[in-house]
C-alpha cells in the first residue's frame, strides 16, 4: 500500500459525458501527479500540482483539467468523453519540495471506460 | 526528440534463471533514470533510480540496474527470477529541469515453473 488513494476504483460512462476522478495523496506529500495509462498510448504523464499551484503539464488534453485543494487532494475533471478516453488513470504523490527530487508514490488507479 | 525505448514487449523466462530488461533512451543530456515494476491491478513501484556516482544501482527486490552513458541504456537486471517477479516493467526518465516523466511502452514478464 504506497498510502496514495483514488476513487473510484471503476467508472464507466457513455461519450460526451463528464467524470471527477479522486486523488488524496500520502499524508505530507504536497506534489500530485497525474498520469494516462493506455493500450495504445502507453503511460503518459498529464499535469503536476505542487501546493495547489499547476508546477508542470505534460501531454494533456485541453478537454481535461485538473486541480489540487488546499487539503492537497487532487481531482482530474474529463470533459467531453471519447471512446479513445478510455484508459487506467494513476495519480502519484510525492514529497517534492523546490525542484529537487523525490520519489513518487503511485495510487492503485481509476479504470474509466467510455462507451 | 526525447524517447525512452523498450524494445522486448513480452519476455518469459525460467523461475531461477537470469533476466536483463534493456532500456535505452535519447536526451539531450543523462537525465533521471528509474524502473517501475506494475503488478496486475496494481499501481507502479519504484525498484530503483540512477540520479549521478556509481552507474551500477541498486534496487529492491534483488534487482538491479546499469546506466551505459556510451550506450545511452538502462539495463535492470536480477540474477535468479522469482514467480512473484511476474508483472510488467517499465523505464522511465526525467530531465534534471523538469517534472516530465517519460515512460517506455513497458515489458511483459512470464515466469515459466
Known amino acids: 500500500d504506497s498510502g496514495v488513494t483514488q476513487t473510484p476504483k471503476h467508472l464507466i460512462t457513455a461519450t460526451g459525458q463528464r467524470v471527477t476522478l479522486r486523488c488524496s495523496p500520502r499524508s505530507g506529500d504536497l506534489s500530485v501527479y497525474w498520469y494516462q495509462q493506455s493500450l495504445d498510448q502507453g503511460l503518459q504523464f498529464l499535469i503536476q500540482y505542487y501546493n495547489g499551484e499547476e508546477r508542470a503539464k505534460g501531454n494533456i488534453l485541453e478537454r481535461f483539467s485538473a486541480q489540487q485543494f488546499p487539503d492537497l487532494h487532487s481531482e482530474l475533471n474529463l470533459s467531453s468523453l471519447e471512446l479513445g478516453d478510455s484508459a487506467l488513470y494513476f495519480c502519484?504523490?510525492?514529497?517534492?519540495?523546490?525542484?529537487?527530487?523525490?520519489?513518487?508514490?503511485f495510487g492503485p488507479g481509476t479504470r474509466l471506460t467510455v462507451l | 526528440a526525447q524517447s525512452v525505448t523498450q524494445p522486448d514487449i513480452h519476455i518469459t523466462v525460467s523461475e531461477g534463471a537470469s533476466l536483463e530488461l534493456r532500456c535505452n533512451y535519447s536526451y539531450g543530456a543523462t537525465p533521471y533514470l528509474f524502473w517501475y515494476v506494475q503488478s496486475p491491478g496494481q499501481g507502479l513501484q519504484l525498484l530503483l533510480k540512477?540520479?549521478?556516482?556509481?552507474?551500477l544501482v541498486q534496487g529492491i527486490k534483488g534487482f538491479e540496474a546499469e546506466f551505459k552513458r556510451s550506450q545511452s541504456s538502462f539495463n535492470l537486471r536480477k540474477p535468479s527470477v522469482h514467480w512473484s517477479d511476474a508483472a510488467e516493467y517499465f523505464c522511465a526518465v526525467r530531465p534534471h529541469n523538469n517534472n516530465d516523466m517519460r515512460f517506455g511502452a513497458g515489458t511483459r514478464l512470464t515466469v515459466k515453473p
Open positions: 502519484a504523490s510525492s514529497a517534492e519540495t523546490g525542484t529537487a527530487y523525490n520519489e513518487q508514490f
Open positions: 540512477y540520479f549521478s556516482g556509481d552507474t
